[in-house]
Structure formats: structure tokens, C-alpha cells
């Protein structure tokens, strides 16, 4: 891991490691943007909270920073437009918009696909593996699946501050508005003191989850404003200065052609040329 840095003398832009102790960003543009490109409706309230909707409604996203509670994104999916959900995502205020954008990209090519891949169940996963398919990502990277204990299966990363848990059995028939979900992924110490957490419901698409999966465990740190990282990352995570590539050195070419550009101009306004007047050239370097 690369070596810890002071956060008093880390200033301006970051760049965090692990990238699952970045909190969310202040703007959800980034995340909206996969579904605005192929043309899907947006519609604001009053309160600031924007409504995206799939030309046949069969898919929708809300994002809620004046939501009722901390669900700051919810995305559903629904076989009829006036049915129940099919299957919800959520991820609250204080995930990695990244992973938001991940989930929606993979969306906004599901859907281009049609309703066999967006509404793809997961259980139809090979090998009876079904919707164990979508953490091969962290299996990949070193994350280790353990249980079910309580009937919890948990795969955890490898320095044990992110991990998914997925209940087996039965949940309830509401599972999609409260916490108690078939996927919880969440960062932090402990499940009673999480930094961020995101759930799904468990008829997501595998390979909505997987894009995810992908995301969070991707080694890549991911840049943030040091004034708007989050007190928990101070002793936890690497902040590690982003420094701008340097210039390269100016060729003799590129001093003249700047000088020439700063040239005053010598003509009067009167004798100005015209367009269809040629300048003499400029004479070439003496050798």
C-alpha cells in the first residue's frame, strides 16, 4: 500500500485509497449521465430532487438529496409500468458516486438490450452459482466470502473495512423500502458503524451487481477535494497528493510562434489588409 500521509499536510486535490473510503461526491451529474445520453426523460420538483425515466417507464431513478431519508439514489425496474417493482438498488448519501455511475452505465446497456437482460433474474446464474456470479470480481481481487453464519454469506476485502452480505432464506414482502435487503454492500469498521452502504433487492440482474463489484474493488484510487473527504478517512485511508503533469519544455518553434502572437500590430487601422491580402512570411531560424 502506498505510504500514509499526514492529513494536515495534504491539501487541495487527493487522491483516496482505498477507493471504498471515498464518501459521495457533491454532485450527481457523473452517475445521470449514462442514462441522459440515450435520451431518457428528466423531470426536477420543487425540492431539488430530479425523476429520470426510461421512454416506457419501465425503469426509473430518483435522485433524493431532499428524500425522506438517506436514500440518496433509488433505481427500480418493473415488467409493467403501473406494476409492482421488479427489482430496487439503493445507494445512500454518502456512497462513492462511481459506483452509482458503474450500476447506470450497466443499466443504461441492459436496457438497450431489451428486458431479457434488464430484468434478467438471477437465478438463471450457471453452475447453480446464480447470483454468486456478481462478486467473481472480489473473489478475483482477494476478497473472501465466508458463511452463511445467521444466515449471512459475507465477502470481505482484504483489509476488512468493505464487504457485501447476502441473507439467504426468505425476507419480507417490503423488502424494497427498508434496510433489511437480499444485497447490503457497505465500508466501515463494523455493521453498526458504517461509513455508506448501497442494497439490492433480490431479483437484481447479476450483471447490474457485477459492475459494481467491479468498481468497489478496483485498486484505482479515486480523486477527491481534501476539504470534502470525510473525517473518518484521517488514520484509515492514503491520501496521496494529486499533482498536476508537468509541462514540457517550450521548443524554439513554440517561443516564436507565442512572440509572433504578441506582436503588436504596425498597420493603421486604414491600410488594414484585407482577407485576401498575404503577409509576407515570417523569415526562418538562421542555421
Known amino acids: 500500500m502506498p505510504p500514509h500521509h499526514d492529513p494536515i499536510d495534504v491539501d487541495g ?10 464518501r459521495s461526491t457533491l454532485t450527481g451529474d457523473p452517475a445521470l ?18 425523476y429520470v425515466d426510461a421512454s416506457d417507464r419501465r425503469v426509473r ?11 440518496l439514489w433509488r433505481i427500480n425496474a418493473y415488467k409493467h409500468p403501473f406494476g409492482p417493482p421488479a427489482w430496487g438498488v439503493c445507494f445512500n448519501n454518502r456512497a462513492p458516486t462511481e459506483l452509482v455511475t458503474a450500476f447506470t452505465t450497466a443499466l443504461a446497456e441492459a436496457y438497450e438490450q431489451g428486458p431479457h437482460s434488464y430484468l434478467a433474474s438471477p437465478a438463471l446464474g450457471s453452475k447453480g ?7 467473481a470480481p472480489l ?16 465477502i470481505d476485502s482484504p483489509d476488512g473495512l468493505a464487504r457485501p452480505d447476502y441473507t439467504t432464506g426468505a425476507l419480507p414482502e417490503d423488502s424494497l423500502a427498508i434496510r433489511e435487503a437480499r444485497w447490503q454492500l457497505w465500508a466501515g469498521p463494523s455493521v453498526y458503524d458504517r461509513y455508506w452502504y ?30 470534502e473527504t470525510h473525517s473518518y478517512v484521517e488514520g484509515v485511508a492514503d491520501l496521496t497528493p494529486a499533482l498536476l503533469p508537468s509541462r514540457p519544455a517550450p ?17 493603421p487601422a486604414a491600410s488594414a489588409p484585407s482577407r485576401t491580402t498575404h503577409l509576407p512570411a515570417l523569415p526562418g531560424p538562421h542555421r
Open 198 to 227: 448501497a442494497t439490492a433487492s433480490t431479483e437484481t440482474p447479476v450483471a447490474l451487481l457485477k459492475a459494481v463489484a467491479e468498481c468497489v474493488s478496483d485498486p484505482a484510487p479515486l480523486p477527491r477535494w481534501r476539504d
Open 139 to 154: 473473489i478475483n481481487r482477494g476478497w473472501i466470502m465466508d458463511g452463511p453464519r445467521n444466515r449471512v454469506i459475507t
Open 251 to 267: 521548443t524554439p518553434r513554440d517561443v516564436r510562434r507565442t512572440a509572433a502572437s504578441r506582436r503588436p500590430a504596425m498597420l
Open 61 to 71: 431513478l430518483g435522485y433524493l438529496p431532499e428524500g425522506k431519508d438517506d436514500g
Open 129 to 135: 452459482w446464480g447470483p454468486f456470479m456478481a462478486v
Open 13 to 22: 486535490d487527493v487522491y483516496v485509497s482505498p477507493r471504498y473510503l471515498a
Open 33 to 50: 449521465a449514462p442514462l441522459l445520453d440515450r435520451g431518457w426523460d428528466l423531470q426536477p420538483d420543487d425540492l431539488a430532487n430530479v
